[in-house]
């Protein structure tokens, strides 16, 4: 064992080994016996593929490049295909339209040219269409129209079915076709604040009638609408401050295992779906407590949650396959990286098809992360997951406390989850310690925890991620002089604001993070376009609590270095907020370094990309923090460094 400072240590999980053997692991789709899921690759600039199980457990790609199967909807995306029959359809980036693809043929465009996008579909068999989200740019109003679509497999003619709701999602149809479920919302809301679950009949020729509003409403989130193999509609509602499981049928409403548990994500992509049916009766669900993921059996008509317990702690995307003798899902756990696999519902044992990461790393270079709950304003607790500096070749010198690099999650309506992430080890095995917050307005505690942020953005989150800090410090397990923060979106602007508002962090990077509140508020995308509203207040009105919150207009009380990394096609935080604050920066004389993609949207998809940003964030630390690193990094410019 060497013994060497705190961030000097050597690792083997490198930048060049994290995006050499990544992929992103995506939606699973059944259809029939054949079992198909998606992966990102940034290898391939993060395109995303359709794969196809095959008998063997290895997989073969069932679309050709240069197609990427992303859709735009939201800007966010998520539900991109379905496949039905041996026939693909799914959503090309490049152009947003819907393609039809036959293996072994060149896919081909179904719906026409034109500015529209498609998400989360459904296929209604009985009158040869699909039923989906449409988002259409082609109107002159300052935001494009979002409705229910039908779009014929005949002539791809696209048809409007729903309309005049703000935002549409989850287009469900009934086991015989007769009736259409789907959630609505308007208007400030965000989909985890209200949202309003219909059911309409539906007509021999296609078009709707009598719709009904079953559940929802400004002060009710209802989710991931379902129907069970007897045509009964269940559906997710926080109504009880938690989101569970409920049921209408002919008796009403009914909920099914009241818990304090989550049993639904917020809805940013389409096509989320944390339950499926075994049988008219039986159902396999996730759900969260305190941010840790389990896997259950739901008896519907007793309530009863029967566990099961394969060794991981998140479980994603899933689908029923063999008749209900098996699952096919995502997993995650803090010592093995993200898969897919194959579990058995009768003996629980599993089987691997996919890991996202195809890397050889020795598990005992991994931190093991640990749950903390501490004290924070207003005699409030937070979360947060802390990880510390561990490698099992160093030791640091006696007396010695690490660097801690405190991450502010995204969202901000989103949670740190104690998943294998090799980007937190990156870190940890070269003696950094790192703390994940859940800040006030994270999902997995409840309704109201996630409501502790509305009007209080660049407050509660702030105060949240500080709190983290100090309280680790003041407990003597990290180095009070080297506290940074970092994070992305909209943890981004935490971070910039933590460090312009709070005397307590050392340095921070920002990822594509927000630094003028009225700009974001006046160029940003539909779909969070009020969003300010309900986490800061009303713009123009309230124009001045924009003002007293963004750190662009308080440079004055920043002082310490940010680096800034940013893509240049981002149309959610576009790159002026980051240009803004590098200048100002600049001019005031503080270190800065300004890392910007031209090919980079929301969230960096290209290996290289990956890997800059990864060892840009270590240099400037290094720079900064005075310390050598054990490999060498390829330098950046850091203008105002002394």
């Known amino acids: 064992m060497h013994n060497a400072p705190f961030g000097s240590w050597r690792s083997p999980i490198t930048a060049e080994l994290i995006v050499s053997g990544s992929i992103g692991l995506g939606g699973v789709y059944r259809d029939g016996d054949n079992l198909y899921w998606t992966e990102s690759r940034p290898q391939e600039g993060g395109r995303t593929v359709i794969v196809q199980a095959q ?15 992303r859709s735009r909807v939201h800007e966010y995306g998520g539900g991109a295909a379905l496949i039905a029959g041996g026939v693909i359809y799914f959503v090309n980036f490049a152009d947003q339209q819907i393609y039809r693809h036959r293996p072994g043929e060149t896919p081909q465009p179904l719906t026409p040219e034109g500015p529209r996008r498609y998400a989360d579909f459904v296929l209604d068999s009985e ?3 699909l039923i989906c989200v449409c988002e259409d740019h082609s109107g002159e109003g300052p935001e494009p129209k979002n409705y229910l679509a039908a779009v014929d497999l005949g002539d791809g003619t696209v048809t409007p079915l729903v309309e005049g709701s703000d935002f549409y999602s989850s287009p469900r149809l009934s086991p015989d076709g007769k ?5 609505d919302w308007q ?7 209200g949202t309003r679950l219909w059911v309409a009949s539906v007509k021999e020729d296609g078009t709707l009638t009598a719709p009904r509003c079953v559940a929802g409403g400004e002060a009710e989130s209802v989710a991931v609408p379902t129907w069970s193999p007897d045509g009964r509609l269940y559906f997710v509602s926080d109504r009880s401050n938690w989101w569970n499981l409920y049921r209408e049928d002919a008796s009403g409403i009914t909920a099914l295992c009241p818990m304090e548990g989550e049993f639904a994500y917020p809805h940013w992509v389409f096509g989320l779906q944390p ?11 996730t759900y969260s407590q305190q941010n840790q993921d389990y896997l259950a059996e739901l008896d519907t008509l007793t309530g009863e949650l029967t566990p099961i317990a394969p060794p991981f702690t998140q479980f994603g995307d899933f689908q029923i396959i063999e008749d209900g003798a098996a699952a096919v899902m995502i997993v995650g756990s803090p010592t093995e990286p993200t898969r897919l696999i ?11 098809l996919k890991t996202a990461a195809s890397i050889a790393v020795d598990p005992t270079y991994f931190s093991i992360p640990e749950a903390i709950a501490f004290p924070t304003d207003n005699g409030r607790t937070a979360y947060a997951w802390y990880y510390p500096p561990f490698n099992p070749d160093y030791s640091a010198p006696e007396g010695e406390l690490p660097p801690l690099v405190v991450k502010s999650h995204g969202g901000p309506t989103a949670a740190a989850t104690a998943t294998l992430n090799l980007r937190i080890q990156y870190w940890t095995s070269r003696g950094f310690a790192v703390v994940d917050v859940n800040y006030g307005g994270s999902i997995g505690y409840g309704r109201e925890y996630r409501q502790r942020l509305q009007g209080q953005w660049g407050i509660v989150d702030v105060a949240d ?8 410090a003041d407990q003597g397990r990290v180095d009070r002089e080297r506290l940074a923060i970092a994070g992305g979106s909209a943890g981004g602007y935490t971070t910039l604001a933590a460090l312009t508002f709070k005397d307590v962090f050392k340095a921070g990077a920002s990822y594509y993070g927000v630094s003028d509140l009225a700009a974001l508020a006046q160029d940003t995308h539909k779909f969070e376009a009020r969003y300010l509203d309900g986490l800061i207040g009303k713009y123009p009105e309230d124009r001045e609590i924009y003002e007293e919150r963004s750190p662009i207009h ?6 310490c270095p940010v680096i800034f990394f940013q893509g240049l096609e981002d149309k959610i935080v576009p790159p002026n907020q980051a240009e803004m604050m590098v200048a100002a920066l600049k001019d005031k004389g503080l270190p800065v370094a300004y890392v910007a993609y031209p090919d980079e949207q929301h969230g960096f998809r290209q290996a290289a990309n990956i890997k800059r940003t990864l060892d840009g964030e270590f240099y400037f630390y290094s720079r900064i923090f005075n310390f050598t690193p054990a490999e060498s990094l390829e330098p950046l410019t850091i203008f105002n460094l002394s």
Do not use: K
């Open 465 to 472: 991620c500080t709190h983290a800090a100090v309280y680790l």
């Open 342 to 352: 194959r579990l058995d519902l009768t003996t629980w044992e599993y089987q691997t």
């Open 187 to 193: 208007h400030p809301q965000m989909p985890w604040d």
């Open 127 to 129: 009158r040869n269409r």
């Open 55 to 69: 008998g063997d457990g290895s997989g073969i790609d069932m679309t050709p490049a240069p197609f990427n199967v």
């Open 554 to 559: 308080h440079l004055d009380q920043l002082a």
């Open 275 to 285: 339950y499926q049916f075994l049988d008219a009766h039986r159902l396999i669900c």
């Open 179 to 183: 009736s259409l479920a789907w959630l």
